[in-house]
């Protein structure tokens, strides 16, 4: 049954998915403009970028690079623009309609804001590019460790998933059935 929310849910849920899209279209935005000398798409339309050497924040640990990543998650499924544009739309909805279900739980409202930030920024880029803009390459001289370069709509995504799986771990505050 859907669930009377409250100004501060709808607050929380908000604010958390402005406030992470934000924050990834700007790092996107200034990583372009700082790294990024041009962008060319190919006539096959592959993007290519062309950059400056990457900025080492903290050489061998955390370090910026800009490419153009046609795929999802960890580069998979390279050049399925419209299917990703298809499901990121199914998750955006999908998203909002635990929202709606959420009741009082706050921390699961701020997660479920983190989600949409994530679905959105990354959506965003697939209509406006046609691809993903991705900057951060954290241990990179460590490449058979991690070798992806990803973006914060990535990490809220990853970071957002992880606490889900952690929140339905954990044992439910609501009593269960009681035995005589």
């Given at each position: 049954m859907l669930a009377h929310l409250s100004p501060a849910a709808w607050c929380r849920f908000l604010l958390t998915a402005s406030v992470g899209l934000a924050l990834d279209l700007w790092t996107k935005w200034l990583a372009f403009h700082k790294l990024a000398i041009q962008v060319m798409i190919l006539p096959d339309g592959t993007p290519r970028v062309y950059s400056a050497h990457p900025y080492r924040l903290i050489p061998g640990w955390l370090e910026f690079e800009v490419i153009a990543n046609q795929g999802a998650v960890f580069g998979l499924g390279q050049g399925q623009r419209a299917l990703f544009i298809a499901a990121s739309f199914a998750a955006s909805l999908f998203l909002i309609y635990l929202f709606l279900y959420s009741g009082r739980k706050w921390f699961y409202q701020i997660i479920l804001g983190m989600l949409l930030a994530g679905v959105l920024g990354n959506l965003y880029d697939r209509i406006k590019f046609g691809y993903v803009r991705d900057?951060?390459?954290?241990?990179?001289?460590?490449?058979?460790?991690?070798?992806?370069?990803?973006?914060?709509?990535?990490?809220?995504?990853?970071?957002?998933?992880?606490?889900?799986?952690?929140?339905?771990?954990?044992?439910?505050?609501?009593?269960?059935?009681?035995?005589?």
């Open positions: 900057m951060i390459h954290a241990l990179p001289q460590w490449p058979h460790l991690f070798r992806w370069i990803f973006n914060v709509a990535d990490s809220l995504l990853c970071i957002g998933v992880t606490l889900m799986i952690v929140l339905g771990l954990m044992p439910s505050k609501s009593p269960g059935p009681q035995s005589r």
